[in-house]
């Protein structure tokens, strides 16, 4: 079982920066992506951004140029920094992956909050 523990999240004012964090941990997982989602009040969760074991990203339309996703050194992490945020952006961020056995882990979310 994988644990995916995110930080980084909190409350920011339109036009700044924020970069949120998430490590994987468990025993004998290697992962097919990692992958950031997001869920505002009364929507559906959505892809932000998604990173393959090969390096490959993508990106959701309305964080392209904005937002990039990348792993660290340590290959079971990955960030996503969002910049230029907008109030749009204001959702709880969940960290995502995916392993080799196609299991999906989740993890707890971190609130997210751009004030205009």
């Known amino acids: 079982q994988v644990q995916l523990v995110e930080s980084g999240g909190g409350l920011v004012q339109a036009g700044r920066s924020l970069t949120l964090s998430c490590a994987a941990s468990?025993?004998?997982?290697?992962?097919?992506?990692m992958a950031w989602y997001r869920q505002a009040p009364g929507k559906q969760r959505e892809l932000v951004a998604i990173i393959a074991a090969g390096g490959s990203t993508n990106y959701a339309d309305s964080v392209k140029g904005r937002f990039t996703i990348s792993r660290g050194n340590a290959k079971n992490t990955v960030y996503l920094q969002m910049n230029s945020l907008e109030p749009e952006d204001t959702a709880v961020y969940y960290c995502?992956?995916?392993?080799?056995?196609?299991?999906?882990?989740w993890g707890q979310g971190t609130q997210v909050t751009v004030s205009s």
């Open positions: 468990g025993s004998g997982f290697s992962f097919l992506s």
């Open positions: 995502n992956l995916v392993d080799s056995f196609f299991r999906a882990s």
